[in-house]
């Protein structure tokens, strides 16, 4: 079983840097089957794919994030990191990290998410 889990500060304001963390347990983020990414739900939308890191430590974003986004991994952990920044209100969502399984092109595990509100 993979567990996933994500944490970080529930409440920024406008303007400053959001930092998650999502730590990883019965998998190794070093496994060359999959990759790691961050996923959002913001209110009343649908799921956003922010970006990915895979095991060789390769990113690719989205271009709707890419100039203020970054992932990063703590293997002495087995933790992946996400750096938003230059938040603003529409930035409040649910942040997900999820498993992708390169081989079938689907993600398999989640964590529960966690809640970030960006208000002044």
């Known amino acids: 079983q993979v567990w996933l889990q994500e944490s970080g500060p529930g409440l920024l304001k406008p303007s400053q840097t959001l930092s998650l963390t999502c730590s990883v347990s019965g998998e190794s983020i070093l496994t060359t089957s999959y990759a790691w990414s961050w996923i959002r739900q913001s209110p009343g939308k649908g799921l956003e794919w922010i970006g990915v890191?895979?095991?060789?430590?390769?990113?690719y974003f989205s271009p709707s994030f890419q100039n203020r986004t970054s992932i990063s991994r703590d293997t002495s952990k087995n933790q992946i990191s996400l750096q938003l920044n230059s938040l603003t209100p529409e930035d409040t969502a649910v942040y997900y990290c999820?498993?992708?399984?390169?081989?079938?092109?689907?993600?398999?595990?989640w964590g529960q998410g966690t809640q970030v509100t960006v208000s002044s």
């Open positions: 999820a498993r992708w399984v390169v081989t079938f092109r689907a993600f398999d595990y």
């Open positions: 890191i895979s095991y060789d430590n390769m990113n």
